[in-house]
């Protein structure tokens, strides 16, 4: 597999997961609950992670931090585009009430569209993925730490 088309695969499948996520909590009717928003995050932060393991796996002694970074990045990025121009759809065609609903409970006199509600999902879901794949690379990048040895008088 190439390394460098691996944040593809790992973007559309944490926005699947995502999107289903959504969906079995619209079934139980707690879409609207903002807490159980968190497990988005805990999903974005699972994929994040394992993209980079992989990418690390694949690159073995090659790996580098920058080739990390950018993989956990795209990845994320992807992730959260998908999941948002679903959520569009949803939120224009499916249940327009929806972004009201949501609304309502945020901003009572921006009088603010569902446009906004996208907005605040995109940064959300960008500045996640920046923090996420910067902490996550601390664990995975190359050290650079030489190895001791005994000095001897």
Do not use: C
């Not at 790992?10 to 289903?20: K, N, S, W």
């Not at 932060?45 to 796996?57: D, H, T």
């Not at 959260?80 to 949501?102: G, K, N, Q, S």
């Amino acid at each position: 597999m190439n390394p460098n088309k691996i944040h593809i695969r790992y973007g559309v499948v944490i926005a699947i997961i995502l999107i289903a996520y959504f969906l079995v909590v619209r079934l139980f009717g707690l879409h609207e609950n903002p807490w159980l928003r968190l497990l988005n995050g805990v999903i974005m932060a699972y994929g994040i992670y394992m993209v980079i393991r992989f990418r690390k796996v694949l690159e073995g002694e090659n790996f580098e931090y920058y080739n990390g970074f950018k993989t956990g990045i795209y990845t994320g990025f992807l992730a959260t585009l998908i999941f948002v121009a679903f959520l569009a759809v949803y939120m224009f065609h499916i249940d327009p009430t929806f972004a009201e609903r949501i609304l309502d409970n945020w901003m009572d006199d921006y009088n603010q569209g569902p446009g906004i509600l996208l907005f605040v999902l995109v940064v959300e879901g960008f500045a996640s993925t920046v923090v996420l794949t910067l902490a996550f690379m601390q664990k995975f990048k190359p050290s650079w730490n030489l190895k001791k040895t005994p000095k001897k008088a």
